[in-house]
């Protein structure tokens, strides 16, 4: 019988030890505007085994506060936020004694549909709340041509703990499922989210759930995982617009050159040609050389006055803004740590963590404003981190104000990005050809 491997590093740093990030007062202020009591007296009706959910003491108000403070104070474990429900109360709930075994009951039987609910209203209020926000110059052109630019992307959920009762008896790694998310391509805002818990389900099932909210002559960017000839035909069909890469091994014919150049081309295609089911609505290929590499995007934007080539190009490189949101709630908001072992409990932490994602995309936009900076220079990780000084410089001098505090430290605390160099999208293209590439 082999020895057990002895744990390697230091046992001081294997386990860190955290405390519960003091409450902000802003930050409960905006989450009360937006998950008020009238937001709960909408789902008065709603009903938990026979039962008004209101009428139990773990009500969903009471929920609510305790998963919304899980994500923003960042409290790790579920004793420290009954210690803190105890002693203090938690945003709109006063103080209330509840045992531990009580609350995870109450994670996997209080159904996660109502925290669709509550994200759907955010969102809703957000909306009609949010002023028309400064966008950099390159982009505010490229807006008003559509009614929405999107970006949608899936992103696997991380394995959950193995101490979890129900996860016991299973073997492997249990993926916690899988998360669809759309955001606005320029303000990050979140726009709509859908859950599975198959973590590996394929993203074109997800086909139909995107196409009903995109309005028509809204423009959706998507990776490759949602490519389809079916799915270009309906958006086609319906008036709307998609922005993918083009798959290698996908037939095609060229049925018209709108331009091109040593280092690129702009196309109009029929595909699948060879296909049982073809592409029946034509689409329009940009390619361009990078190096010795051809990068191809595909669009229905057939019209190159509404949507240049380069634009195109430049437009699918912000797809990869949306990782940065999932980064920011997976590592930065905690959700790459998953309290329960139950669907139910992750899609309640899941919907949480992007209604307060979207409390602090609200906050960095007020600060862009003060600022006068365009929303996409503010850091966001930043704005959250200041939180903590602004709650310490706020016990010395009760009277200051969040976003004066954050536009007179904004050097300090680091809010705003650094202007990089921007690197040239295509190196290889001289100026002329370049400029009549803009078209």
């Known amino acids: 019988m082999s020895k057990p491997r002895k744990k390697q590093g230091n ?44 009428s139990r003491v773990l009500t969903l108000p009471v929920m609510a506060a305790i998963v919304l403070s899980i994500v923003y104070r960042q409290i790790q474990h579920l004793t420290d936020v009954l210690r803190s429900l105890e002693i203090e109360g938690l945003m709109w709930v006063k103080a209330t004694r509840v045992s531990k075994q009580a609350l995870s009951q109450r994670l996997n039987s209080l159904p996660a549909t109502l925290f669709a609910k509550l994200f759907e209203q955010v969102i809703e209020r957000l909306a009609v709340k949010r002023s028309v926000r400064e966008l950099a110059p390159a982009w505010s052109s490229v807006a008003q041509r559509f009614t929405a630019i999107w970006i949608g992307d899936a992103s696997t959920l991380e394995a959950m703990k193995k101490h979890f009762g129900q996860l016991q008896e299973k073997t492997g790694a ?3 499922g899988k998360m669809l998310m759309v955001v606005e391509a ?37 990776d490759m995982g949602f490519y389809g000839f079916e799915w270009f035909d309906s958006l086609s069909a ?39 089911h073809p592409c029946h609505h034509p689409m329009r290929l940009v390619s361009v ?21 380069q634009e195109v190009c430049d437009l699918y490189r912000r797809r990869w803004r949306i990782e940065d949101a999932f980064l920011l709630t997976k590592r930065l908001l905690g959700l790459s740590y998953l309290w329960v072992g139950g669907t139910n409990g992750v899609q309640m932490q899941i919907y949480a963590t992007w209604i307060f994602y979207a409390v602090l995309n609200d906050l960095c936009a007020d600060v862009a404003i003060a600022l006068q900076q365009p929303l996409e220079r503010i850091s966001v990780e930043m704005v959250f981190r200041s ?51 803009r078209v």
């Open 186 to 222: 320029f303000t990050h805002t979140p726009v709509a989210i859908w859950y599975d818990a198959d973590a590996k389900m394929n993203e074109t099932r997800w086909w139909q759930a995107l196409l009903e909210p995109l309005p028509d002559g809204g423009l959706l960017i998507v």
């Open 174 to 176: 249990v993926l916690a």
């Open 387 to 437: 939180l903590y000084f602004f709650h310490r410089a706020r016990s010395h001098n009760s009277q200051l104000q969040l976003i004066p505090w954050l536009v007179e430290h904004q050097r300090s605390m680091g809010l705003v990005k650094a202007v990089r160099h921007r690197i040239l999208l295509f190196p290889f293209v001289n100026v002329h050809e370049f400029e009549s590439f």
């Open 289 to 309: 050389l990078w190096g010795k590499t051809w990068y191809h995007y595909l669009t229905n934007v057939l019209d190159p006055q509404q949507l240049s080539a």
């Open 11 to 54: 046992p001081d740093f294997r386990h860190r030890v955290s405390v519960p990030a003091p409450a902000s007062q802003e930050i409960e202020s905006r989450l009360f505007e937006l998950v008020s009591p009238g937001t709960f007296a909408n789902l008065k009706e709603v009903k938990d085994k026979e039962r008004s959910l209101r």
């Open 238 to 276: 319906a008036g709307k617009y998609v922005l993918t890469r083009q798959k290698n091994l996908v037939t095609y014919r060229v049925t018209r050159v709108l331009s091109q150049g040593s280092h690129y081309k702009d196309e109009i295609i029929h595909m699948g040609l060879n296909h049982t």
